[in-house]
């Protein structure tokens, strides 16, 4: 089974409005979780590395203002889309990296539709 | 700027044949490969890692890569309907311990055809 949970599997949002993404890891305790974007057709990019008990680190280009990323626990990220627009409609997928550093999981995706 | 080029396909090959993934990336202190397959709509799921210069064999799947190139590829022989997916190269371009912190190459469509 999945090790690496993100919730929701799709959400359906206004514009103007904020949408938030839960990523978890189920049995190990990640320190270091990432997020990625995934537009139709399109590669994943990524928009930041989320650490435990510290501000984010957003790649060139993401707006931390827009995308708000929170780990406030070893198991917990998330993602939240503030005052969401058509064009931010897109596959958001998160990863978790194990303790040791050895192993990265990724979750399952969320769908995000901004109508 | 850290970019990683795949041949974008599609490939397209007969079942039980060879198919042949390239990549390329920019960052000469990469250290971590990977390959993913991604279904449409899915998440990508881990293929192959490799680390050091040379082969690296899984079953039907063979990674090689060579640094001095820049360059990684995958191989997977026998191919089966099954294996038709996009295949998404990953490098991890950082020194230390933020392994999972990766970028991905756009990907390569194959489809196997019986």
């Known amino acids: 089974g999945a090790v690496v949970s993100q919730h929701p599997s799709w959400v359906i949002c206004k514009s103007g409005t904020s949408v938030k993404i839960e990523c978890r890891s189920l049995?190990?305790?990640?320190?270091?979780m990432f997020w990625y974007r995934q537009f139709p057709k399109q590669s994943l990019m990524l928009m930041a590395t989320?650490?435990?008990?510290?501000?984010?680190?957003?790649e060139q280009g993401v707006e931390k203002d827009k995308f708000l990323i929170n780990h406030a626990s070893l198991t917990l990220s998330t993602l939240t889309v503030t005052s969401a627009h058509p064009e931010d409609s897109s596959f958001y997928i998160c990863?978790?990296?194990?303790?040791?550093?050895?192993?990265?999981?990724f979750g399952e995706g969320s769908w995000l539709t901004v109508v | 700027q850290k970019e990683v080029e795949q041949n974008s396909g599609p490939l397209s090959v007969p079942e039980g044949a060879i198919a042949s993934l390239n990549c390329t990336y920019s960052?000469?202190?990469?250290?971590?490969f990977f390959w993913y397959r991604q279904y449409s709509g899915k998440s990508p799921e881990l293929i192959m890692s490799?680390?050091?210069?040379g082969d690296k064999e899984d079953g039907r799947f063979t990674a090689q890569l060579n640094k001095a190139s820049q360059y990684v590829s995958l191989l997977i022989r026998d191919s089966q309907p099954s294996d038709s997916a996009t295949y998404l190269c990953?490098?991890?371009?950082?020194?230390?311990?933020?392994?999972?912190?990766?970028?991905f190459g756009r990907g390569t469509q194959l489809t196997v055809w019986p």
């Open positions: 990863s978790a990296q194990t303790g040791t550093g050895n192993t990265i999981y």
């Open positions: 049995d190990f305790q990640a320190t270091t």
């Open positions: 989320s650490n435990e008990g510290s501000k984010a680190t957003y």
């Open positions: 960052d000469r202190v990469s250290q971590s």
């Open positions: 490799i680390y050091s210069n």
């Open positions: 990953a490098v991890n371009m950082d020194r230390g311990s933020t392994l999972g912190r990766l970028y």
